[in-house]
């Protein structure tokens, strides 16, 4: 079993910048790729960004704005997030697997979750 606790989410201003934690604890020796989605009211989940042994994937809508990282050595991911929007507005969640894979983008590519934290981005 893996557990992952997110932390770092608050509210802020648009053009503002935070650092989101995950936290991973347990089997973390088996963890492949880890990852960040997000989920808006009223949305689905989203793919946000990716990091694994083999590199970094971003959405779209993150890129050259958001950045990931890995600290092995204390079982934590990290997303940099800069130059917030009010669209980023969201409950994150990270993701990690137990597996290799080819694809990243999709809740099924996982197969643990932490709580979320949430992000709101005033205007």
């Known amino acids: 079993q893996v557990q992952l606790v997110e932390s770092g989410g608050g509210l802020v201003q648009a053009g503002d910048s935070l650092r989101l934690s995950c936290a991973a604890s347990g089997r973390t020796f088996s963890l492949d790729a880890m990852a960040w989605f997000r989920q808006a009211p009223g949305k689905e989940r989203e793919f946000v960004a990716a990091i694994s042994w083999s590199g970094y994937s971003y959405a779209d809508s993150v890129k050259g704005r958001f950045t990931i990282s890995r600290d092995n050595a204390k079982n934590t991911v990290y997303l940099q997030m800069n130059s917030l929007k009010p669209e980023d507005t969201a409950v994150y969640y990270c993701?990690?697997?137990?597996?290799?894979?080819?694809?990243?983008?999709?809740?099924?590519?996982?197969?643990?979750w932490g709580q979320g934290t949430q992000v709101t981005v005033s205007s």
């Open positions: 993701a990690a697997r137990t597996y290799s894979g080819d694809s990243y983008y999709f809740d099924r590519d996982y197969n643990y």
